[in-house]
T-cell receptor, first 112, second 116 residues
Framework: AQSVTQLDSHVSVSEGTPVLLRCNYS??????LFWYVQHPNKGLQLLLK??????LVKGINGFEAEFKKSETSFHLTKPSAHMSDAAEYFC??????????FGTGTRLKVLA | GAGVSQSPRYKVAKRGQDVALRCDPI?????LFWYQQALGQGPEFLTY????????KSGLPSDRFFAERPEGSVSTLKIQRTQQEDSAVYLC??????????????FGPGTRLTVL
């Protein structure tokens, strides 16, 4: 069975400092992995996705994630946080052609 | 272009009432998905359509939940005899095609259902 674990429910960073949101996955097969962001009262927006090409994936708004098979991890990073990054972030694993399995989310708070 | 739209954005129902939630996917998208997001949780898969065919309804929590997509475009999620535990945000997503590699799903803003 596939699953995804987001290791932190809340993360607080100061504006201008690095962001690290952690995600571990469990999958019997080669997974596809995604990060989505959810701003209040807005739909989920895709940040980036990994589908067995390059292990370092670059996304929108300066975010990137690295697929590490040996650690079964897909952590999301950004070198410098901006106030507008404050939101809920979801790590998603998918095996096969369509079914997404979401983590429980990490709420990012950015302090001025 | 236009994204996925959902209506209504907010719905309040009395326990026992029936509700219908609408999803308009991105034009031309073959696949359509419904998810349920409880407060403080990640979305959970409910059902999946490829065109008008409902290929997977394994996530529907009970036989009170019913989804349809009769013409392969707009979809409706119906909940009969609503219960308080049905209170959640219902998300709709669509993707361009059902490919061998997982296709990106584009999400609507959701419908927040509150059952009193």
């Amino acid at each position: 069975a596939q699953s995804v674990t987001q290791l932190d429910s809340h993360v607080s960073v100061s504006e201008g400092t690095p962001v690290l949101l952690r995600c571990n996955y469990s999958s019997s097969y080669s997974p596809s992995l995604f990060w989505y962001v959810q701003h209040p009262n807005k739909g989920l927006q895709l940040l980036l996705k990994y589908t067995s090409a390059a292990t370092l994936v670059k996304g929108i708004n300066g975010f990137e994630a690295e697929f590490k098979k040996s650690e079964t991890s897909f952590h999301l990073t950004k070198p410098s946080a901006h106030m507008s990054d404050a939101a809920e972030y979801f790590c998603v694993v998918s095996v096969g052609t369509y079914k997404y399995i979401f983590g429980t989310g990490t709420r990012l708070k950015v302090l001025a | 272009g236009a994204g996925v739209s959902q209506s209504p954005r907010y719905k309040v129902a009395k326990r026992g009432q029936d509700v219908a939630l609408r999803c308009d996917p991105i034009s031309g998208h073959v696949s359509l998905f419904w998810y349920q997001q409880a407060l403080g949780q990640g979305p959970e898969f409910l059902t999946y359509f490829q065109n008008e065919a409902q290929l997977d309804k394994s996530g529907l929590p009970s036989d009170r939940f019913f989804a349809e997509r009769p013409e392969g475009s707009v979809s409706t999620l119906k909940i009969q005899r609503t219960q308080q535990e049905d209170s959640a945000v219902y998300l709709c997503a669509s993707s361009l095609e059902n490919s061998a590699v997982t296709d990106t799903q584009y999400f609507g803003p959701g419908t927040r259902l509150t059952v009193l």
